[in-house]
């Protein structure tokens, strides 16, 4: 029970991204574990204009491994991420 609401709350944030009700730095900023859960390339692909492809780009070239969660962000990789993509 607890695995699919924990599954309902991210589908819920990345939702949020996606219509930018929640902007990337709020994601990052977040303290609520479920963000902290979020893959970071599940995160970014549900921003606006960012897909697949940009997305692995953008965490390539940060030095972001593709199975990074979002809690596992160091300080440089965060802002990183905001410089890269906007808000």
Do not use: T
Request: hydrophobic share 45%; aromatic share 0%; charged share 30%.
């Amino acid at each position: 029970m607890k695995a699919a609401e924990a599954r309902a709350a991210r589908a819920d944030i990345k939702a949020r991204l996606k219509m930018g009700s929640m902007s990337l730095s709020e994601a990052l900023d977040s303290d609520d574990p479920n963000v902290g859960k979020l893959k970071v390339v599940a995160m970014l692909e549900s921003l606006p204009g960012v897909g697949k492809v940009k997305a692995r780009r953008v965490m390539e070239e940060i030095g972001i491994a593709e199975n990074r969660r979002v809690q596992g962000l160091g300080a440089q990789q965060r802002s990183a991420l905001r410089d890269q993509l906007g808000s």
